[in-house]
């Protein structure tokens, strides 16, 4: 993967919509969206906000495992976007008493952003996954002005 070219995000917006939820990921100089369900919206907007729930939920579960097995979140890279389908991996990182490992999993982006706020991990978009997109930073201007 060429995450050497990768841009940081640098906020994350959760807007809900009629269909679902609208993710804005603001990178330099440009803001793309992404679309997911209302019930990892909602996780993710609690992620940001950092609520927790009284019972872990699915992202915490993943969470606990891989410190269960000493390892941890190291970063998320949006990483395809096919057809209006985004593709992310969750690289995690394994210390271990000889050694470090890391290992990619492909995964949803609107998990992997869930996962990774919470892991307080950067998350990267490629350069192509970037070209592929509008630039949506008016749009979520618009928004915010609504909001506020």
């Known amino acids: 993967?060429?995450?050497a070219s990768a841009?940081?995000?640098?906020?994350?917006?959760?807007?809900?919509?009629?269909?679902g939820t609208a993710v804005f990921l603001a990178l330099k100089p440009k803001?793309?969206?992404?679309?997911?369900?209302?019930?990892?919206?909602?996780?993710l907007q609690a992620a940001l906000a950092g609520k927790g729930s009284e019972r872990p939920l699915s992202h915490d579960l993943m969470l606990n495992l891989l410190k269960g097995v000493d390892a941890r979140v190291e970063r998320v890279v949006i990483s395809d976007v096919r057809e209006g389908?985004?593709?992310?991996?969750?690289?995690?990182?394994?210390?271990?008493?000889?050694?470090?490992?890391?290992?990619?999993?492909?995964?949803?982006?609107?998990?992997?952003?869930?996962?990774?706020?919470?892991?307080?991990?950067p998350v990267l978009v490629l350069p192509a996954v970037e070209a592929a997109c509008d630039d949506m930073s008016e749009a979520l201007a618009k928004l915010r002005r609504k909001e506020g």
């Not at 906020?11 to 009629?18: A, E, K, R």
């Not at 803001?31 to 996780?43: K, R």
């Not at 690289?91 to 996962?115: H, I, N, Y």
């Open 31 to 43: 803001t793309i969206v992404i679309q997911v369900d209302p019930a990892v919206g909602e996780a």
């Open 1 to 3: 993967m060429a995450e």
């Open 85 to 121: 389908v985004f593709f992310a991996k969750v690289v995690a990182r394994l210390d271990g008493p000889v050694g470090s490992k890391l290992a990619e999993v492909d995964a949803r982006p609107s998990d992997s952003l869930v996962l990774a706020v919470k892991a307080k991990a």
């Open 7 to 19: 841009h940081p995000v640098q906020q994350i917006h959760v807007v809900p919509t009629q269909s």
